[in-house]
C-alpha cells in the first residue's frame, strides 16, 4: 500500500474543502473520503487505487447515529455503524427489512466498524475489477471481461458496457423503504430519492456507480414515516452462510388495507448495477387480494426481462423463489 496523508476535519464544511474541485488545476493530489474503511482500505492494499489522502469523517458531529423523526420516520447518520441498526430491537414492522439487511452483512467484527453511507458507497465486487491486473472498463479500459469470461456474480439485469452488480444490502432496504439520501458539497444541501442516487453503467460515468461528485459527501439517509398497515422483509440468499455477499437478495415492503395490498415495494439486490426495481411484479401486487395464484404470478413477473450471462442463469429461479418467499413470508399468500 502506497503512504498516504489522513486528514481529520471536525466538519463537514472542511472536509468538503479538504476534498479535490473536479475542475481544472484545483485538482491537484487524489483525496478520497474514509468512512469505515472496510471497503476503502481493501482496495488500497490491492492496489487498485492509491489516493495522497484521506478525509477521515468519523469525529465529524451529526454524522453518526440515528433517531426517529418528529413524524415517525427515520433520520440515519452516514458515519452509524451497522452494529446498530442490528442490535436495535425495535425495528420491527416496516423497518424490519433495514434491521434485516443490516444483520446480513459480512461478519460481526466488520459490522461494528462498517458504516451506513460506506456500505452505500462501496465500490463492486467483480473479481475483474477486484484484480489489480486486470484493465477492466470499471477501471478505465475499453472492456468488460465479465460479459464474455467468469460471471457467475455478475448482472442479468441492467448490464452494459458494465456488468456489476451493486454489493450493498442496505441498499435494496433502503430503496424499498422510498427512503432519500441528503448530499452535502460546496453548493450545499441536495436531497434526492435514494433510488436515484446509484447510477447504471449507461448513466454517466462508467467509473462510478452514484451521483456524488468528488467532492461531495452523502451525510444522512432520511426513512419517510411507513403507513399504518406496512410490514417488510429482506431475505438473502449466499453461497456462505457468513462474510458473503448476496448471489440474489430481496426486499419486500408491503401495506395491507383490509383484504387488500394497497402498496407494494420489491427491490432486488445482486442482480444488477442498481437496486433494480421488480416494477412488473409491485404492478400485480397493488390492490390485489392476498393469495397463492398472486404470489406465484409476481415471482414470475420479478424476472421479467432479465438477460442472463454464461454462467449466471441459475438467478432467475434463485429470484423468483426468493420473491415467493419474502411474499409468503409478509402474509401476501392469504396467510396473514
Not at 479538504?18 to 478520497?32: F, I, K
Not at 446480513?104 to 491486473?133: D, E, F, K, M, W
Not at 472498463?137 to 456489476?164: D, L
Request: proline fraction near 6%.
Amino acid at each position: 500500500m502506497k503512504s498516504f496523508r489522513l486528514l481529520s476535519p471536525r466538519d463537514v464544511a472542511t472536509a468538503i474543502d479538504q476534498l479535490p474541485s473536479t475542475r481544472g488545476p484545483a485538482l491537484r493530489e487524489d483525496t478520497r473520503v474514509l468512512a469505515g474503511g472496510q471497503d476503502i482500505l481493501t482496495e488500497m492494499k490491492h492496489e487498485l487505487i492509491a489516493p495522497e489522502a484521506l478525509v477521515d469523517i468519523s469525529s465529524i458531529p451529526g454524522l453518526s447515529g440515528y433517531e426517529r423523526t418528529a413524524d415517525g420516520g427515520l433520520r440515519i447518520g452516514a458515519m452509524t455503524r451497522l452494529c446498530d441498526i442490528e442490535r436495535d430491537g425495535s425495528l420491527t414492522g416496516a423497518f424490519a427489512a433495514l434491521r434485516e439487511a443490516a444483520a446480513s452483512v459480512a461478519s460481526p467484527q466488520i459490522r461494528t466498524q462498517a458504516t451506513v453511507g460506506g456500505n452505500l458507497c462501496q465500490r463492486p465486487r467483480c473479481a475483474y475489477y477486484r484484480h489489480s491486473h486486470a484493465p477492466c472498463i470499471k477501471k478505465g479500459g475499453s472492456e468488460c471481461f465479465a460479459a464474455t469470461g467468469h460471471n457467475k456474480f455478475n448482472a442479468i439485469f441492467g448490464g452494459g458496457p458494465s456488468y456489476i452488480v451493486h454489493p450493498s444490502d442496505l441498499a435494496p432496504a433502503l430503496v424499498a423503504l422510498d427512503a432519500e439520501a441528503v448530499v452535502v458539497g460546496p453548493r450545499g444541501e441536495r436531497r434526492m430519492p435514494l433510488e436515484t442516487f446509484f447510477t447504471l453503467p449507461s448513466e454517466g460515468s462508467i467509473l462510478r456507480e452514484n451521483v456524488l461528485g468528488r467532492n461531495e459527501i452523502l451525510s444522512e439517509v432520511i426513512v419517510p414515516k411507513p403507513a399504518d398497515g406496512t410490514v417488510s422483509t429482506y431475505i438473502k440468499f449466499r453461497e456462505r452462510e457468513s462474510y458473503d455477499f448476496a448471489l440474489v437478495s430481496v426486499a419486500a415492503v408491503l401495506r395491507f388495507d383490509g383484504g387488500k395490498l394497497a402498496s407494494a415495494s420489491i427491490v432486488l439486490g445482486g442482480v444488477a448495477p442498481i437496486p433494480w426495481r421488480a416494477a412488473g411484479a409491485e404492478a400485480l401486487l397493488e390492490g390485489s387480494t392476498s393469495g397463492k395464484e398472486v404470489v406465484q404470478q409476481c415471482a414470475a413477473a420479478s424476472i421479467e426481462g432479465a438477460a442472463p450471462l454464461s454462467e449466471n442463469g441459475f438467478k432467475l429461479p434463485l429470484t423468483r423463489n426468493l420473491v415467493w418467499k419474502a411474499l409468503t413470508a409478509l402474509g401476501a399468500g392469504g396467510t396473514r
